[in-house]
């Protein structure tokens, strides 16, 4: 029969992880979004910042990803992730990406084409 731990099991401390990794921190001064795009800046040096902080910056090296991404792939809730990167822009170790826009990808041919498409399917 197993001795019981307690309430400091490990299955207990998977609560205090995110409080650990940002200090207690649960906000950053960043507008962030979900889908706020990333991406490293050039200058940054790796090993800088902490383990967490280096994952997110390593993971935006090489395309830009956003805030759901960078926490579905390091397996962190959101709000830690953007305390992270919060810090990660105050020191100037990524760039906000700006959104390409709508206005941009105004192809008249591909808008005619799917119209065409439209009309044929009904």
């Known amino acids: 029969m197993a001795a019981n731990r307690g309430p400091w099991a ?11 990794i940002t ?12 889908t706020t795009l990333l991406s490293t800046r050039p200058a940054t040096r790796p090993g800088e910042f902490g383990i967490e902080a280096e994952q997110v910056r390593l993971r935006c090296s090489g395309a830009a990803l956003s805030i759901a991404e960078i926490a579905a792939l390091l397996h962190q809730p959101v709000q830690v992730i953007k305390v992270l990167v919060g810090d990660l822009l105050d020191a100037g170790a990524l760039d906000v990406a700006a959104p390409r826009s709508i206005a941009a990808h105004n192809d008249t041919d591909l808008l005619e084409a799917v119209l ?5 399917k009904l």
């Not at 490990?10 to 650990?20: H, I």
């Not at 200090?23 to 979900?34: E, N, P």
């Not at 065409?116 to 044929?120: A, P, Q, S, T």
Request: hydrophobic residues 30%; positive net charge; proline residues 4%.
């Open 116 to 120: 065409v498409g439209l009309h044929n």
């Open 10 to 20: 490990e299955a207990a401390l998977g609560d205090v992880r995110p409080y650990a």
């Open 23 to 34: 200090g207690g921190r649960t906000r950053t001064k960043y507008s962030l979004h979900l």
